[in-house]
């Protein structure tokens, strides 16, 4: 009697231990891979040091990255680099509704970039001011479009 106890207290176990998964996940996979398309808040530009700097200025030399989810691709080369809080936004002609946004001046002149959902894709655009621009304008055009599952759109 105590062994049948014991069996169906252990096949009860294994029977509720693996049912299904309610987010569908298999083998670790992430949610986002399930369920193709990636959350707007793990997009974020990283800033990373170039090894060499920009020797033809004399200046500092960044290399910036996309992180989207679990990739990162390079979608730039700029002088100075950091991240930019919503606070910075309007001041650099960047829309509120960015995701996020990096940028810095160096010697009388600044590269901004920012990226922002448009279209059903997310859509890198980069911009430029200068000190001596009459219209201030930093004319963001852009760079690079990825779907909302990662991948580059041509």
């Known amino acids: 009697m105590k062994k049948l106890l014991l069996f169906n207290l252990l096949f009860a176990?294994?029977?509720?231990?693996c049912k299904a998964d309610p987010n569908n996940n298999q083998g670790g996979q992430t949610t986002e891979t399930t369920i193709g398309a990636?959350?707007?808040a793990t997009i974020n530009f990283v800033?990373?040091?170039a090894e060499?700097?920009?020797e033809q200025a004399d200046a500092p030399h960044h290399e910036v990255y996309l992180q989207l989810g679990n990739s990162k691709v390079k979608v730039a080369d700029i002088l100075n680099c950091e991240n930019l809080g919503k606070d910075a936004y309007e001041q650099n002609?960047?829309?509120a509704k960015a995701i996020a946004a990096v940028g810095g001046w160096w010697a009388g002149g600044g590269d901004y970039?920012?990226?922002?959902?448009?279209?059903?894709?997310?859509?890198?655009?980069?911009g430029a001011i200068f000190e001596e621009s009459e219209?201030?304008?930093?004319g963001y055009k852009t760079i690079m479009t990825f779907?909302?599952?990662?991948?580059q759109v041509f």
């Open 13 to 17: 176990t294994l029977l509720f231990g």
């Open 38 to 40: 990636i959350d707007p």
């Open 47 to 49: 800033c990373e040091t």
């Open 52 to 54: 060499a700097p920009n």
């Open 93 to 95: 002609q960047i829309p």
């Open 113 to 126: 970039l920012y990226i922002i959902e448009e279209g059903g894709n997310y859509v890198v655009k980069k």
């Open 135 to 138: 219209n201030m304008d930093f």
């Open 147 to 151: 779907s909302k599952a990662g991948e």
